[in-house]
């Protein structure tokens, strides 16, 4: 069964069938599902979600876009809503230049995302990254954070096979979604096909980026078997071999045991 590392079921346009996809775990083909925070709000969703169903964990934390929500106050907020035993993880945090282009919020996302792996140490969680259009910034951030001591994944990679390894020898995983399926996605699948398949995490981000044969509409986590599909054909592994070695990664990473 496949493990889910980075969803968003709190989304409104999971309302109609939130429970049926969640209860049934998509017709049995996922065992875990970590849900991710973005903001204040969508961080409580998530440990709500977590309570609610035996496969779900929640990440709890702001989004680089939602950074405007952030004081102290707000981080001793997440604080106390990752002392719940079914939080895996701090995210997802990091830095988003490709919708931020002023670079006054620039240095404020900087300055939270660097709070956030803070927070990550502090409570001994793993971090899960958004990065777009900010490759050498995160890394200065995470390089004076000593990331290399606080392990995570950088989520739906968009970078460089160079980069992914820069990644991987701070210890970090490289977070794997539907994009790798689309036509024109030379450089991520350039990157599967020369990163070793233990530092792959599969990964939605639903309700967005749908995987081909279903791009453009919603995404959810059944999707991922495209997603294994693909990267099984890059590697020139099996499909079972996919599964089994990111399920494996994930359970590490996450501190988690597989439910089923
Ligand atoms: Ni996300």
Redesign the pocket.
């Known amino acids: 069964m496949i493990f889910e590392s ?1 969803a ?1 079921y709190d989304d409104e346009q999971f309302d109609e069938d939130r429970e049926a996809l969640l209860g049934g775990l998509f017709g049995g083909t996922v065992c875990t599902v970590i849900n ?1 925070g ?1 903001s204040m709000q969508s961080s409580r969703a998530s440990v709500a979600l977590a309570e609610r169903y035996p496969g779900v964990y929640a990440a709890v934390g702001v989004h680089p876009s939602d950074v405007g929500e952030l004081d102290e106050a707000a981080v001793s907020g997440l604080k106390e809503m990752a002392a719940h035993p079914k939080v895996a993880a701090i995210g ?1 945090i990091g830095l988003d230049y490709y919708w931020e282009k002023d670079p006054a919020v620039q240095r404020r996302q900087r300055m939270w995302f660097a709070r956030q792996m803070e927070l990550a140490r502090t409570l001994q969680l793993p971090a899960i990254i ?1 990065s777009r259009d900010a490759a050498a910034d995160t890394v200065q951030v995470m390089k004076d954070a000593h990331a290399e001591e606080i392990p995570g994944v950088v ?1 739906c990679f968009s970078y460089s096979p160079e980069l992914a390894k820069e990644f991987i020898r701070m210890g970090y995983y490289i977070g794997v979604g539907g994009v790798v399926t689309f036509k024109n996605a030379k450089k991520l699948k350039e990157t599967v096909v020369q990163i070793p398949l233990e530092r792959i995490l599969l990964e939605t ?1 639903a309700p967005y980026l749908a995987p081909e044969p279903h791009r453009g509409k919603r995404n959810e986590s059944g999707f991922l078997k495209f997603v294994a599909r693909e990267i099984a054909a890059l590697k020139g592994v099996s499909y079972e071999e996919v599964e089994k070695v990111t399920r494996n990664n994930a359970e590490r990473l996450f501190g988690l045991e597989a439910v089923n």
């Open positions: 980075h968003h991710v973005a997802e958004h989520h981000d």
